[in-house]
């Protein structure tokens, strides 16, 4: 069998419904991975493989079976698909469920025409180019680390419903992070674009200038005063301010939570929960973005779905499970790491839009306050919204102007109750990305943002 035989793939789907099962689907897989490693002047690590399987899934009622194999043969396809519907032969079905078909075409292609693979010279050499890039800005860069990660996939779904699916795509990504320290002190710059292409990602991602930036914002922080605590206005800056709103308010609106009871979304459409001036969007339909796809890991064409439309909330991020189980269609949420894991729903490329202000009028009438240039790690309860997070490079405003760089700062709030203080939302829209992880398996993310100002936050600091 190949990844793409359609016929195999769509007796696989029946052979699961053998128990009685309601809906049953079929991802077939083929990634070829490359993973490069670069690290204090050498090659530290490299390797390329291949990943190839398929995973099937049979939905009765409430009730989800999952079964995979590494062996993509008839034989073991088949064994894949009469496993899981044994898996559901003893089970009360419970209420009955229908799949509501999207009718929505699919979107133009969003991943970049780019024939051909990596070549793992070139590859070493971008790498090299980047710790030589770091190096040069200081003497204070104490290590630079290098990585490369990219794969070249096929897939093919098929369904019960007789729907057939087949795509491809390629993701690369650049990972750099430098180590700088002065006097003691230390502290990580790090930049890591990533995109839906091949080998056009270094035309497009100058490995040098990546380099630079990270080494940059290590430095700065070198210089950088402890960071002041207490409740202040906070400017984040264009494109990482997503990060807020993935991970303190995003996670709410994937509909798995609201089911559970873990949301603070839950019984809230078509209310107001943000500011008026706060329209959210989750869209996978953008053309290169890390975390965009024509169709999702169930097959449902993707979508742009507005979340939040002028701070009144409209819709939730669905997969085929749970829209079932609402008698609605998919938002085309369905998402997997790969076909040993059943999909979830999962957002893609999430961002707060563009407003109508000027980036600098944003920062000019905010006579006090902290400037959110990068954000770091943190965490978050998705059923209260609770967060902190850390700023990975910060600045003071002072005066309606950037002030010092201050480090070891951190935003501690509440998601619901963030989006309802955003005050003023510029026209910059920027993107960062990520891996976002849930139900132990991650995903590409993309989040997103302009420049936009929150009234008052907590900001906890080290300052004595």
């Known amino acids: ?61 409430d009730l989800t079976a999952y079964a995979h194999t590494d062996i993509l043969d008839r034989e073991h396809l088949l064994k894949a698909a009469r496993t899981a519907a044994e898996a559901l032969r003893h089970a009360a079905g419970g209420r009955t469920l229908e799949v509501v078909v999207s009718s929505r075409s699919a979107p133009p292609p969003v991943c970049k025409p780019d024939p051909g693979s990596h070549d793992v010279g070139n590859v070493v050499e971008y790498l090299a180019a980047c710790d030589e890039a770091a190096r040069a ?27 057939v699916r087949g795509d491809s795509c390629q993701r690369t990504r650049l990972v750099v992070q430098v180590v700088a320290s002065r006097e003691g002190l230390i502290q990580i710059g790090q930049e890591a674009p990533g995109s839906l292409s091949g080998p056009c990602f270094y035309e497009e991602h100058d490995p040098a200038y990546v380099a630079v930036v990270a080494a940059r914002r290590a430095l700065t922080m070198l210089g950088a005063r402890p960071s002041p605590t207490g409740k202040m206005a906070v400017v984040m800056n264009s494109g990482t301010g997503g990060v807020l709103l993935h991970e303190a308010s995003g996670h709410g609106l994937e509909i798995d939570h609201v089911h559970k009871g873990a949301s603070v979304y839950a019984g809230k459409v078509d209310r107001q929960v943000a500011s008026a ?188």
């Open 137 to 163: 800005e200081s003497g204070e860069v104490r290590q630079v680390t290098a990585m490369h990660n990219s794969l070249v996939e096929e897939a093919l779904f098929a369904n019960s419903l007789g729907e």
């Open 277 to 464: 001036v706060v329209t959210a969007s989750d869209n996978p339909t953008l053309p290169g973005l890390w975390g965009s796809y024509e169709f999702d890991d169930e097959g449902t064409p993707s979508r742009h779905t507005i979340l939040i439309e002028k701070g009144i909330l409209r819709e939730f991020l669905y997969a085929r499970h749970e829209a079932m189980k609402d008698a609605t269609e998919s938002t085309g949420n369905g998402r997997r790491q790969s076909f040993r894991f059943a999909p979830v729903p999962r957002m893609s490329n999430t961002y707060i839009e563009p407003g109508d202000s000027d980036p600098a009028d944003i920062i000019s009438s905010t006579p006090k306050g902290l400037y959110a240039a990068k954000m770091g790690g943190g965490q978050v309860d998705p059923a209260t919204g609770d967060y902190v997070f850390g700023v990975s490079e910060g600045y003071l405003i002072e005066n309606g102007q950037l002030g010092q760089a201050v480090r070891g700062a951190t935003l501690i709030g509440n998601g619901p109750r963030t989006l309802e203080l955003i005050d003023a939302v510029g026209n910059d829209l920027g993107f960062e990305e990520g891996t976002c992880g849930k139900d132990g398996q991650g995903v590409p993310v993309t989040t997103g943002g302009p420049t936009f100002r929150i009234a008052e936050l907590t900001v906890g600091g080290t300052e004595v």
């Open 1 to 61: 069998m190949t990844v793409l035989d359609t016929e195999l793939a769509v007796e696989a789907a029946k052979a699961a419904l053998e128990t009685g099962g309601a809906y049953s689907d079929v991802l077939c897989q083929r990634r070829s991975v490359q993973m490069v490693r670069y690290e204090d002047g050498k090659l530290d690590d490299l390797s390329i493989g291949v990943d190839i399987g398929a995973g099937v899934r049979v939905i009765k009622g």
